[in-house]
């Protein structure tokens, strides 16, 4: 059943089609939306939606070679602070958008690690997948998912980080903070907006785009260990600022599982069985469609096939 937060129609002022256009002339597609739907806080739905208009533009805005050295120093930190951790048998980076983050990072990291990543968004991921081919980068399994119900078993994955995907979800701080640190088997890496020493203006952007906040106190409220925070001073948009947390989970790192082994079913949180065209929980008993070889492992895109087990046969 939809909640109130979520996008209950395809149909009319809410059909990708009509958003496209509305996007096309400029309009900011979460406010609409939020306004549209009488909310304050952004949903995954409207979040999915924001993001899969914009498809596309990280990979292009690359070209653009100020953003593309930012994007080096950027990465350069990112995989500095993950080696310094530990040396990862699997790296995922959470809310990953077209991989314009990951695909440097992997580069950077090296071939030990296998590399994951998941999206809200369809669209992301699969030009993501387009892009890691070029780059040219392997290792890397990409899926859609959610922070809010990862697709991932527990403590499966040495190090996962974000970078700025927590972002837009102002309000479910604590339920992703726990998600991540569920799925991390050794430590969770945050690169996310510093609402608390941004200035009052960034803040108040911050505010108006329902972007999260408190990461740090919430993830100690939750009775993790924050072992480090920073201010990064340098950031590609001054009104949104990111801070660096650590914060680690164990000391002892995930078996090394073959990359599809690590999926498991949102709902269930258990191991997803490859059949032909999907990916299949036999304790759900739901099946997540393999669109152009991306995985969907969101539970809302998922079909329900009472009798797949019996008519797939044994795994
Ligand atoms: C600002 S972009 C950053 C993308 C990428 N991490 C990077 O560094 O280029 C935020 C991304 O987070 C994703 N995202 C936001 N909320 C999410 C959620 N609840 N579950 C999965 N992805 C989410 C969005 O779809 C979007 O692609």
């Known amino acids: 059943m939809l909640g109130e937060n979520n996008i209950e129609s ?3 002022d809410l059909a990708p089609a009509h958003l496209v256009k509305l996007y096309n002339s400029g309009v900011n597609i979460s406010q609409y939306l939020r306004s549209r739907h ?40 990112i995989a500095r602070e993950i080696a310094a951790l530990c040396a990862p048998v ?24 296998a590399y994951h990543g998941f999206d809200l968004s369809w669209s992301r991921v699969a030009t993501g997948r387009k892009w890691l081919r070029s780059l040219p980068v392997g290792n890397v399994s990409l899926c859609t998912g959610d922070l809010a119900a990862m697709p991932y078993a527990d403590d499966s994955i040495d190090v996962v ?38 200035s009052p203006e960034a803040q108040a952007r911050m505010r108006e785009h329902g972007y999260c906040v408190d990461l740090v106190g919430t993830a100690q409220r939750l009775g993790m260990e924050v072992v480090r925070h920073e201010f990064l001073p340098a950031s590609i948009n001054p009104l949104n600022p990111t801070g660096l947390t650590i914060i680690r989970k164990s000391d002892r790192p995930a078996r ?22 999907a990916y299949f929980s036999p304790d759900s008993l739901l099946a997540y469609p393999v669109i152009d070889g991306v995985p969907c492992l969101r539970e809302k895109q998922a079909i329900v096939c009472c009798k797949l087990k019996d008519i797939a046969g044994p795994a």
């Not at 991989?99 to 990291?109: E, H």
């Not at 604590?174 to 969770?188: C, F, K, S, W």
Request: glycine content about 10%.
């Open 161 to 198: 980080y974000t970078s700025h995907s927590i972002e837009p979800n102002g309000g479910r701080e604590a339920q992703i903070l726990t998600e991540l640190h569920r799925v991390a088997a050794r430590y969770l890496v945050l690169f996310e907006p510093d609402y608390e020493n941004a």
């Open 38 to 77: 009488g909310v304050e806080q952004n949903s995954s739905e409207i979040i999915e939606l924001a993001y899969e208009l914009q498809a596309g533009s990280y990979v292009q805005r690359l070209e653009d070679p100020a953003v593309y050295e930012f994007q080096q120093g950027y990465t350069d930190r």
């Open 10 to 12: 395809n149909a009319g």
């Open 256 to 277: 090394a599982a073959p990359a599809e082994a690590v999926y498991a079913c949102p709902v269930a949180r258990t191991p997803l069985r490859r059949v032909e065209g």
């Open 90 to 113: 699997s790296v995922l980076e959470a809310g990953v958008g077209e991989a314009t983050t990951l695909g440097f990072v992997a580069r950077k990291l090296g071939v030990g690690p």
